[in-house]
C-alpha cells in the first residue's frame, strides 16, 4: 500500500477482513488503524509471517513511533521488496496501483503526463506481475475515471511522449468509482468496451467514437 488518496481510501474500508499481511514497497498511516484492531496480523504469509515487510514509510510522528524499534516491522532493500519471485510466494496477494490515464488498450501510464516526467514508475510492474503469479493473487489499478479538471483517464491513445508503465499484455483489473473490469485475455475490441464502460458518463460517447474509428 503506498501513499495518497486511493490506498488510504481501500485501507478504510478494510475494517471487516481479518488476518491481513502486508508486503509493500511502502506503507503510510493507514495501516494503523488496522493493526490495532487486529485486522493486520501477517498471520497467512507464508514469507516473513507476522511481519510487515516494506521499504520505506512516510507519514505521522504517531507512524514513526510505531516503527521505532518494533520487531513486527520488517525494513528491508527494494530488490527484496519488489522481488517478484517472492512477492508471489505469499498466497492471495493483492496489488493495488494507480494511473495518470489508461488507453483503450488497456496500456497503464503511471509515470509521465505526456512527455513531462510527473513521479517514478515504482514498484507497479514488480507488485502487478508479482500478484498475477500468486495463488489466487489479484492485480489492481484503481484510480478515478477523471482528473480535477473533468479530463477522462480513460483515453482512445496515450499522450504524445508518455511512457507505458504496465503493458496490456500484464494489465488484469481496472478499477473506478463505476466499477471493476478484468481485461486479461480479452482482444482489443473487447478491451475497449470494457474500459468505456466504467469511464465517466461524460466522455462514454466520444470514448464510444473514437474506439470504433481505432478498431474498426
Do not use: W
Request: net charge neutral; hydrophobic share 40%; aromatic share 6%.
Amino acid at each position: 500500500m503506498g501513499i495518497g488518496g486511493i490506498p488510504n481510501v481501500v485501507l478504510h474500508n478494510l475494517k471487516n477482513h481479518k488476518n491481513l499481511g502486508i508486503h509493500t514497497e511502502m506503507f503510510s498511516d493507514g495501516i494503523l488503524p488496522l493493526v490495532k484492531s487486529g485486522v493486520i496480523t501477517g498471520a497467512n504469509k507464508e514469507i516473513k509471517t507476522g511481519k510487515l515487510v516494506t521499504c520505506f514509510a512516510i507519514g505521522s510522528p504517531e507512524l514513526y513511533d510505531f516503527i521505532d524499534d518494533n520487531p513486527s516491522v520488517h525494513f528491508k532493500e527494494a530488490a527484496y521488496t519488489n522481488d517478484t519471485a517472492i512477492i508471489r510466494k505469499n498466497p492471495k496477494v493483492t496489488a493495488i496501483n494507480s494511473a495518470i490515464e489508461i488507453d483503450l488498450t488497456g496500456q497503464v501510464c503511471a509515470d509521465t503526463i505526456g512527455k513531462f516526467q510527473f513521479s517514478g514508475v515504482g514498484g507497479q510492474m514488480d507488485f502487478i506481475r508479482g500478484a498475477a503469479l500468486s495463488e489466487g493473487g489479484k492485480p489492481i489499478i484503481a484510480m478515478p475515471s477523471i482528473t480535477k479538471n473533468g479530463i477522462s483517464k480513460i483515453v482512445p491513445f496515450l499522450k504524445e511522449g508518455a511512457g507505458v508503465t504496465t503493458t496490456r499484455a500484464h494489465v488484469h483489473y481496472i478499477a473506478t468509482e463505476y466499477g471493476v473490469v478484468n481485461l486479461y485475455g480479452k482482444n482489443l475490441k473487447q478491451r475497449a468496451k470494457e474500459l468505456i464502460s466504467i469511464s465517466h458518463p461524460d466522455h462514454r460517447e466520444q470514448l464510444e467514437i473514437d474506439s470504433f474509428s481505432h478498431f474498426r
